[in-house]
């Protein structure tokens, strides 16, 4: 951290004045010279209880800032009760940050309780005995508070004056950062009064909205924004480009090997990229991202492979949400260890702010999820020393042959990456979609608040929730629609008092461990070999005695499949298959696209390509020209016609459906739509009668859509509901009717 540097001599300020003594010792003692610029500008708003976004670069003294004047202020004034909650997504997160806290906490005589999944009974039941200081603890687990404890949470709670929620970037926008918002409110319910909140986060492109997300319906700008203006690290990037015999981009289950072979996906080879990570990284600390859990499989295979070949010790390990946490831990304890050098192959497991120790590169594998994803990503290299952050992005294109699809003739891969890298250096990232409904969670939390009182009233629920809570997207009418759509599943019934009560099947959900997040975690199995578990794999794995896996970075054959207990044992081996794991990748934004368009006609030259990537993007521009894309939108390709609108996602995705509405054969082609069996006169046409017709109702557009169960209690929603979950959600009316002009612009 740059706050840090030798010897004991004056941290003397104003703000290190307001601090504790004893926390004002624990600084010297770690021979800080002065407290960095954002645990400065934090003392004094934390201390008078202001609500607080503290951002900054990863490794920036986020922790301290928020910790330092928070243990300074419940040490001066101890309570029977937790004083301060610290709220994070990840347990290993709280581990990590039980280990840094813990000493001070000590000095202070504070109790610090972490409590999660993997936290011992018999230390949760310590707390609960004797509850005070600070509790470290995931959304889950305090959701799990409120189900079973419910009568207990105002004493638990009573002296309760900061709520601290770390990562707050990773939760703007999803349905379990609707859950959290929902879990602080319901606390200052309980409590009666209202409680500082303090986010840490990563510098984001609109902190505006991250305080409205921290303080929902509140005033922004009460919230205070306290943000670094420390200059992120340098960057020294690269993007790597690739042509193989095919794309990147083939079905996991394609991916198999046999017997002393490496990994391939059927003429895809992984090899040059293999190749490159296993020369540039051995014998230092990295990260490598690989976009999907089957992706990390089959380059930890890989890597491993090579490393066998050439005789030399394996460095590179796997880390994804499927493995056991052993296995996870083995890897972050193997980035700490700076004895010995070691590159975990991941997904996005190791994108948030556990300490991975002093990381050499980032390396992306195909182009990120997102802007703030790779952002997020390049802030875990060049944390220490001044070092800048090293990014190495491979992007891997296909060769060009008479079938190849324009989408791939024209590089959209590598054109993204560099769109991104584009975006990345001028600041910007994505921004949530606003007034989303998330029913779902709502579904939850109105069967978490049934099960903390023991009942409740419908008016009380709707004013708690959705009136003066964070679901005020949701109106009165469709609230009613909710409870009488769980009172039909049984979910919920009503007394003679016309309390709200759960009902049979709400009750067996409710008591099931699974209820306590708002994401669907789909049945699994659990992968073992001789006792140990290995992680597991979705039901619908196709897995049988004989068969062989890849996993956990070795291979495997299946011994057996105990479909009663959901066990797979399995053996080393020597072949393999990489398993579909399942999953999407991240929703392209506008700002995206819009920048890969310029990419393709501004002629200018980006240095961090190497010779690859240069022959690609210039081979992309060259084909983007003579298939007409500069200036037109609307293509002949074959008995079909391509739309090529430069809109996101969401836009793209609710233009298709708007053509498929038209008894149009429209799917999804990468960055543009294709039309079956249309020529341009007709798309011409249709798209003329879309810009008539003016701005689409994005419920008639979701009505369309036949399979809308996307989350946990989706299944819960009659048609209608559902209906307009999908709506809030994932239909752009607006974007599609951007896509419709610029077509028509264009032809």
Known sequence: MNSRASGSSGCASRAFDRLHPTVQRWVYRRGWRTLHEIQELAVEPILNGDDCIVAAPTAGGKTEAAFLPVCSAIASAPTPSVQALYISPLKALINDQYRRMEELAEDLGLPVFPWHGDVAGSQKQRFLAKPGGILMITPESLESLFVNRGTRMKGLFSGLSYVLVDELHAFIGMERGKQLQCLMHRLELVIRRRVSRIGLSATLGDMGLAAEFLRPGGDREAVRLIVSTSAVSDIVAQLRGYRVSEPEGQPPAALTSRPGQACSSQGGSLAPVVEHLFEVLRGTHNLVFANSRSRVEAYADALRHLSDATRVPNEFVPHHG?????????????????????????????????????????????????????????????????????????????????????????????????????????????????????????????????????????????????????????????????????????????????????????ERIVNHYSF????????????????????????????????????????????????????????????????????????????????????????????????????????????????????????????????????????????????????????????GIEVQRCNVAKAARHLHALAEAGLQDPLEVARRVKNKRTEKYHWCLSDELLTADYASSSVDAAGAARAVENLMASL
Request: aromatic share 6%.
């Open 322 to 506: 499927s493995l056991s946490k052993e296995i996870r831990e083995d890897a972050e304890v193997r980035l700490q260890d700076t004895s010995r050098p070691c590159t975990a192959v991941c997904t996005s497991t190791l994108e948030l702010g556990i300490d991975v120790g002093d990381i050499e590169c980032v390396a992306q594998i195909g182009p990120p999820p997102s802007v703030a994803a790779v952002r997020q990503r390049l802030g875990r290299s060049g944390r220490r020393g001044g070092r800048p952050a090293q990014l190495r992005m491979y992007v891997q294109e296909p060769e060009i042959t008479p079938e190849t699809h324009p989408q791939d003739m024209i590089r959209a891969q590598l054109v993204q990456s560099v769109a991104m890298l584009r975006l990345l250096g001028r600041g910007w990232c994505e921004l949530p979609r606003p007034n989303q409904l998330h029913l779902s969670t709502l579904v939850q939390q109105v069967l978490s608040m049934i099960a903390q009182f023991g009942g409740v009233r419908a008016g009380d629920a709707y004013g708690a929730l959705c009136r003066s809570g964070p679901f005020a997207a949701v109106s009165p009418t469709i609230f009613a629609d909710l409870l009488r759509c769980l009172g039909e599943k049984d979910m919920i019934t009503q007394s003679v008092d016309e309390a709200l009560l759960l009902g049979s099947a709400g």
């Open 516 to 671: 306590y997040s708002a994401f669907l975690t789909p049945e699994e199995f659990r992968i073992e070999c001789k006792g140990v578990m290995l992680g597991s794999l979705p039901v619908d794995t196709c897995l049988e005695p004989g068969g062989y896996l890849i996993f956990a970075g070795r291979r495997w054959v299946v011994d057996e499949v105990d479909d009663k207990h959901k066990v797979v044992y399995v053996q080393p081996a020597e072949g393999g298959v990489i398993p579909h794991f399942g999953g999407t990748g991240g929703v392209v934004a506008d700002q995206v696209r819009e920048e890969m368009r310029l990419v393709y006609e501004v002629e200018h030259e980006y240095p961090y390509l190497d010779e690859g990537a240069r022959d690609l993007l210039d081979e992309g521009r060259r084909e983007y020209r003579e298939i007409g894309l500069a200036g037109r939108g609307v293509l002949p390709w074959g008995a079909s016609v391509l739309l090529f609108p430069w809109v996101g996602d969401r836009a793209l995705n609710t233009l298709t459906m708007l053509l498929a509405g038209r008894s149009l054969c429209a799917c999804r082609a990468g960055v």
